[in-house]
């Protein structure tokens, strides 16, 4: 399975999750809240994460784990390059992402594997 597959069917499984264009991106809401969008072309992620997880998933590799280089960046839009991650570190930040903009109420059905 390539890592899109995976990263859609992953996302897709958190509550109340929907794919829907966004530009020339796929995005993934929850609540009408963009937490993740891919880019086909470089098939890469851009995932939505505090600035604190922000720099802990950028300890894990900082080529395949990095923040957007602008202000999108400084308020915690974080880069992952699909082809550089196993599938572990792939489902953690999505789970991290969706977290992070999902109402509590949906954000408490689900359990952050090793968060």
């Not at 991106?25 to 609540?31: L, M």
């Not at 992952?80 to 991290?96: C, P, R, S, Y």
């Amino acid at each position: 399975m390539k890592q899109i597959d995976f990263a859609r069917e992953f996302a897709l499984s958190l509550p109340e999750t929907m794919e829907e264009p966004h530009f020339e991106k796929t995005s993934f809401r929850v609540k009408r809240r963009i937490f993740a969008t891919y880019n086909k072309g470089q098939n890469r992620l851009c995932v939505k994460l505090s600035a604190i997880d922000q720099e802990v998933f950028a300890m894990v590799d900082k080529v395949a784990i990095y923040p957007v280089p602008n202000k999108w960046g400084k308020q915690g839009w974080t880069f992952v390059e699909l082809d550089k991650l196993d599938n572990d570190i792939l489902e953690d930040a999505l789970t991290t992402a969706y977290l992070e903009v999902a109402p509590k109420k949906l954000a408490d059905q689900i359990s952050p594997k090793g968060l």
